[in-house]
């Protein structure tokens, strides 16, 4: 069985799935949604996916949204427990799991995410004069504000849920890389070395 991923593979989210389920050797087709001409916003996409937006899986049948909540369920679904995700009978590598994924979405992707479409996204889809230097700063001020915090994390512990390589790494790593490729490379700054080996460990995580 092919699991079916509905998205547009230059999108973050959907490359964060395909990631997933390249780790797993989860045979899968990528079925491109055209976000240009507004595919995700028509009725007959919202009916998988209420929001419009992308991606989704079917996996025989099965709809499932959001990057986080597929990537869980494949990594439950298809061999991922103690590869990608904590034995869910280990209660407490499970809680710092969870710990670690938080702190992601909550301290990571939000400032990452307008860090790269302020800059990168707006350039790359040629809208270079809608760029805002204030937003920029908004954006870099959070991000940065929240380095100590992930220096001390990673000067503990190999990886962010602990020292086992987790779906919680692989969440940090396309938005990370667009960050750096937007030239905020203090990311690799002397002055976090352990945030600057985890980005040089054997995948990419910040």
């Known amino acids: 069985?092919?699991?079916?991923?509905?998205?547009?593979?230059?999108?973050?989210?959907?490359?964060?799935?395909?990631?997933?389920?390249?780790?797993?050797?989860?045979?899968?087709?990528?079925?491109?949604?055209?976000?240009?001409?507004?595919?995700?916003?028509?009725?007959?996409?919202?009916?998988k996916q209420p929001f419009g937006l992308v991606p989704y899986i079917d996996d025989d049948g099965f709809v499932l949204y959001e990057s986080r909540a597929i990537c869980r369920y494949l990594a439950l679904q298809y061999g991922g427990i103690g590869k990608l995700i904590p034995d869910p009978a280990d209660v407490r590598k499970t809680a710092l799991f969870e710990q670690a994924a938080s702190v992601e979405e909550h301290n990571f992707d939000r400032p990452a995410y307008g860090l790269v479409h302020e800059e990168h996204f707006k350039n790359l889809w040629g809208d270079e004069g809608a760029v805002s230097e204030e937003i920029l700063d908004h954006y870099r001020s959070?991000?940065?504000?929240?380095?100590?915090?992930?220096?001390?994390?990673?000067?503990?512990?190999?990886?962010?849920?602990?020292?086992?390589?987790?779906l919680v790494d692989i969440f940090h790593l396309f938005y990370g890389s667009l960050v750096d490729d937007a030239g905020f490379n203090y990311l690799r700054s002397k002055e976090y070395p352990n945030i600057a080996r985890s980005e040089h460990s054997d995948i990419e995580v910040i």
């Open 1 to 47: 069985m092919v699991v079916k991923l509905y998205g547009f593979p230059s999108l973050t989210c959907t490359k964060t799935v395909c990631c997933v389920l390249e780790e797993l050797d989860v045979p899968y087709e990528v079925i491109i949604v055209d976000i240009f001409r507004g595919e995700h916003k028509t009725r007959a996409y919202k009916t």
């Open 142 to 166: 959070a991000l940065e504000a929240k380095l100590e915090g992930y220096e001390a994390i990673l000067s503990k512990q190999k990886y962010m849920a602990g020292n086992e390589f987790s």
